[in-house]
């Protein structure tokens, strides 16, 4: 075991090494009572004058285990009194977020811990939480994650850094930092539930970590961590491909959808694949908890597949969908429902689309008569039209219309289906109706009974067009 010395020494090169405390860094540090991070904080106060550091004690009480909670509560108080520090305390309910949100006690406790992380953070202006966990935790964290059967990034265990939040002591084992904490005269606490081995992670800690060291490997702690380095490596660098190759991939994104590049796609390695998915579904609000195994495997499947119009839901509200050459990921639904009276004159700003719609009138045949080849502008003739009310709304399977150049009624599904539509988009498509009639198949067709003839005294200009952002040039 190392010494005050080397712990310390290690403890300042651990923290350089990984960028982790820079100088004038406004630390929160999480401390529980227990010897970790009772012995980070202490680690921290020493240089705290190098660094010229400002440090806060934080403590959550999870209201989990009763009266010792409190007594815990009232140690760091006391610590912090010592120390000299400011310190922020704060209780949350810990079983009753559990019973709310469904989760196991372990989950909800990390849960509501992490937000009363983040809300400090955001009340405070401080910009770093210090977190107490060591080489051990990290064993356990890496073997319960194999069990669960985890990808690559559980198998790299805990991150030294993520965001705001820290992990000076990654590098110390449970037994160092005991020794530490005796020969430095430091007092801690000892949580009950840590030997209460109905929780599985305190089986893996108390029952299979000892007897794979007793029968197996004697350095099975320190073996374990290289493994969670060599994979936390694996995962920074798949991150690093993904960012690039998703970009490359990307034909189209916004808040709701994002389409892929099928045969783009298609030529990359399966776990690149899965990396991209990952990041993309994630954008999309996706938690990890939906992304299994057996849904990434239906996803791969859906993209080499490739029939059209097969979809695969990823969670409650977002779908993946394969569409010609598009592999869209999109919310669901992602198009509000659209009925607008329309009126002339008036510019009406559709909800959800970024679109515009407006009509105008004119008595210049030269101008009514004019060809547009742009599939946003069309012409109708204004009798056909007049006294009727007029309504902007989604299509409606068994909507039928003529479409423009034919003489038959045609359902606007086959239409679009003819046409080869792509299904993302068809539940964004519109149509513009004089009482029951369609006049136009917004963007696509008018309907032939509503065209501007040599008869035609009138013409009505309808325009659907993009809301340009102010900060267009």
Not at 45 to 52: C, G, H, P, V
Not at 150 to 155: N, Q, Y
Not at 295 to 315: F, H, I, P, W
Request: aromatic fraction near 10%.
């Amino acid at each position: 075991m190392k010494h005050v010395f080397h712990i310390i020494q290690e403890f300042q090169n651990y923290s350089a090494e990984h960028h982790l405390i820079q100088p004038e860094d406004r630390i929160l540090a999480a401390v529980s009572g227990g010897v970790d991070s009772v012995v980070l904080f202490d680690l921290l106060f020493k240089i705290k004058a190098e660094f010229n550091l400002s440090l806060k004690m934080i403590h959550l009480n999870h209201l989990i285990r009763g009266e010792e909670s409190n007594r815990d509560a009232a140690f760091v108080r006391e610590l912090a009194r010592k120390y000299e520090v400011e310190a922020i305390f704060e209780k949350r309910d810990a079983p009753d977020y559990r019973r709310r949100n469904k989760l196991s006690l372990e989950e909800a406790a990390r849960e509501i811990r992490y937000q009363f992380y983040e809300d400090l953070i955001q009340r405070t202006g401080f910009n770093k939480v210090a977190l107490g966990h060591q080489q051990n935790d990290q064993v356990e964290t890496i073997l319960e994650n194999f069990l669960r059967g985890t990808g690559i990034r559980g198998l790299g265990g805990i991150p030294v850094k993520r965001g705001p939040f820290i992990r000076p002591l990654l590098w110390a084992s449970r037994e160092d930092l005991v020794r530490y904490a005796q020969e430095e005269g430091l007092q801690f606490r000892e949580d009950s539930s840590n030997r209460d081995t109905a929780y599985r992670r305190n089986r893996i800690r108390h029952e299979l970590l000892p007897y794979l060291k007793e029968h197996f490997n004697p350095q099975i702690v320190n073996s374990i961590n290289r493994l969670g380095i060599i994979f936390a490596e694996t995962e920074t660098f798949l991150s690093q491909v993904t960012f690039e190759t998703a970009e490359a991939c990307i034909l189209e994104q916004n808040h709701s959808k994002i389409i892929l590049d099928i045969h783009r796609f298609s030529d990359y390695f399966n776990i690149v694949k899965k990396y991209i998915l990952r990041d993309l579904l994630k954008k999309m609000g996706v938690s990890d908890s939906y992304l299994t195994f057996e849904k990434y495997r239906a996803l791969l499947d859906l993209a080499q597949e490739r029939r059209n119009g097969r979809r695969v839901m990823v969670s409650p509200d977002v779908e993946v969908l394969l569409d010609h050459s598009g592999l869209v990921i999109r919310k669901y639904p992602d198009q509000p429902d659209v009925s607008i009276r329309i009126k002339f004159g008036l510019r009406y700003t559709l909800p959800g689309s970024g679109l515009v719609f407006r009509m105008q009138v004119s008595e210049n045949p030269s101008r009514f008569r004019q060809f547009s080849n742009d599939p946003n502008v069309e012409w109708i003739d204004f009798e056909r039209i007049k006294g009727r009310e007029l309504r902007l709304r989604n299509w409606c399977k068994g909507d039928r219309f003529v479409p423009l150049g034919m003489k038959d009624f045609k359902k606007i599904s086959d239409f679009l289906i003819d046409g080869k539509i792509p299904f993302h988009k068809r539940k964004e498509i519109l149509v513009l109706t004089a009482d029951e009639d369609i006049v136009w198949v917004c963007g696509y067709r008018l309907d032939d009974r509503f065209k501007v003839t040599e008869a035609a005294k009138k013409g009505v200009k309808l325009i659907l067009q993009k809301i340009r952002s102010r900060n267009a040039r």
